[in-house]
């Protein structure tokens, strides 16, 4: 069983995002189903869109920062009633049964999760379709709760640009004492500079924006150095963690070269292309260098609960469903401050 509901995305990698008509599930016992009032739009979405990494089954239905109204739920529901707040972010479902899963890392499953857009549907004969939507049904374990003192536009993009930045800063003990470097202010960037600042730790952030240098300071740098002056780079002092969420290629050695020894880089930031690595730049100062995707559920609950002791949500944008393809060109040109975040109202008109 099943119902029709309306979403924008696309049929192919070259052509826009247009309205189209999806099916979503009817609850079953262990589901939810939430109208979605807000949806961040993540530079993972506009990969995916156009196929950047490849795999892109279409039609492609981005989305994973959503938050709305719970609208039904199934009989078996515990966690959650109709009428409240909840959010959605990356995963809709993992395997629950391997070991990674047990421990909480649901989007490490051995199995694969299941992306809230462009994975194979368990449910429906089809491929999952993500938030730009006026609804999505969920299983409960994949549903988060909402802080109530939060504005909920903001709350967003913490279902994605949030977890990610949290929870390496977590994993890598970032807290008082640290001098933690921030490369990139987008959506990811700019959560990372709030987050990191809320922890204690010293914040240096690196930006080829001279546009952004006195908003970061704002968003809690310490310390603002443009990445594309070689001055600049030349003075700043060394770190002990640095995580880099950038879009695109970049050199990846600068950075490395800014660690103190046992330092670690973490990339968060997802090109199209490989980013060479020198290894020298590791061997000397026994550095490493390593990645995150996302997180796992409990700990996307503890961050949004995290946000919502120290008041933490994204600096948006507000624009309408009809706009998204020029909010993609303009998330290309790095002129977003600093998330955009779809009113999904918009897609009523
Ligand atoms: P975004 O809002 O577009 O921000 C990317 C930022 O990177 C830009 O604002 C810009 O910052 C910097 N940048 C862009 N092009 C650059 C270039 N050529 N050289 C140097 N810096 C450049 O993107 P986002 O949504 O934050 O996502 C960032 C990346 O993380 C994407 O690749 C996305 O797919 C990935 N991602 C990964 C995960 C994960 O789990 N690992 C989760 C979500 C997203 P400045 O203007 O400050 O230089
Ligand atoms: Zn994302
Ligand atoms: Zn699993």
Redesign the pocket.
Known sequence: MSTTAKAYGTNAAELPLVPLSIERREPTPHDVEIEILYCG????D??TARNEWKGTIYPCVPGHEIVGRITKVGDHVKKFKVGELAAVG?MVDSCRECEECKQGYE?YCENGFTGTYNAPDKHLNAHTFGGYSQSVVVDEDFVLHVPENLDLAGVAPLL??GI?TYSPLRHWNVGPGKRVGV????????MAIKLAHAMGAYVV?????ES?KED?KRLGADEVVL?NNVEQMQQSQKLDFILD??????DINAYLHHLKHDGNLT?????ENPLPVAVFNLILGRKSFS????GGIAETQEMLDFCGRHDITADIELINMQDINDAYER??K?D?K??FVIDMASLKN
Do not use: D, N, W
């Open positions: 739009v993540c530079h993972s506009l990969h990356c989007q994605c640009a990610t490369v990139g202010i987008g959506g990811l960037g700019h952030v690196f930006t080829t924006s952004k970061a990445s969420a950038v879009s695109a290629e970049h990339i968060v930031g997802a090109p990645g995150s995707l996302i998330m290309l790095g977003v600093y998330r």
